[in-house]
């Protein structure tokens, strides 16, 4: 006979609780490598795995950030409230290091980009450069923002509309990007990571019939 399930009752866990539970849960997730600048002009570039595609109609993509333990929003959030514009690039197996390190809470006058040591690509219709080591870059435009709680790990949800996307011919099949070539990483829970090998790949086609 089988155990009885474990049962979590969220209203009693504490919030680092509930992440980690989370976390674990909803898993492998992608990652987007955000880049933002302020008003002023202050670059910005934060990894969010809360991240998703949406529809094509317009094409739109969407992630979520949390405020920090004393409640304020990250800088990511500000910048896109403030000038609604966005890059989102993939993150491949050779960022990762990089990448990490630009997911360090820096001061705001500090650019992710020179503190993790990436290259800036400029964008054609937005105003911050996506990463230039990235395989694929999504120029976006804000479309919304969607706030759930307040306070400390609250949750802000942010739609964007793409605008374009660059993609090296390298990690294309055919003229589109090619999940066996991106080498592309995900999260899992804790300071778990999984990499998207050409290997571990097989296809399913949807059924035509009842």
């Known amino acids: 006979m089988s155990e009885a399930p474990l049962t979590f009752d969220l209203g009693t866990l504490s919030l680092p609780e509930r992440g980690r539970l989370l ?8 990652i987007a ?5 302020s008003a002023a002009g202050v670059g910005n570039l934060s990894p969010f795995s809360f991240f998703t595609a949406g529809g094509s109609n317009p094409p739109s993509v969407a992630f979520c950030t949390v405020n920090d333990r004393q409640g304020r929003r990250k800088d990511t959030v500000l910048n896109i409230e403030a000038t609604g514009e966005f890059v989102v690039s993939t993150v491949s197996a050779p960022m990762l290091a990089r990448m990490n390190q630009s997911s360090f809470e820096y001061p705001p006058d500090v650019d992710e980009f020179d503190a993790a040591g990436f290259t800036r690509a400029a964008s054609v219709l937005v105003a911050p450069p996506g990463v230039a080591e990235s395989p694929v870059r999504m120029e976006c435009r804000l479309q919304q923002i969607v ?4 306070g400390p790990q609250a949750s802000n949800y ?3 509309e793409v605008l374009l996307i660059h993609a090296d011919p390298a990690v294309c099949t055919d003229g589109l990007p ?4 991106l080498q592309q990483l995900a999260r899992l829970g804790g300071d778990l990571y999984l990499t998207v090998e050409r290997d571990d790949l097989w296809s399913l086609a949807r059924p035509k019939t009842p």
């Open 158 to 160: 942010i739609v964007g």
């Open 23 to 30: 976390s674990r849960i909803v898993a492998p997730r992608p």
């Open 147 to 150: 706030t759930h709680g307040t």
């Open 178 to 181: 090619d999940n066996a070539k």
């Open 33 to 37: 490598f955000v880049s933002s600048q």
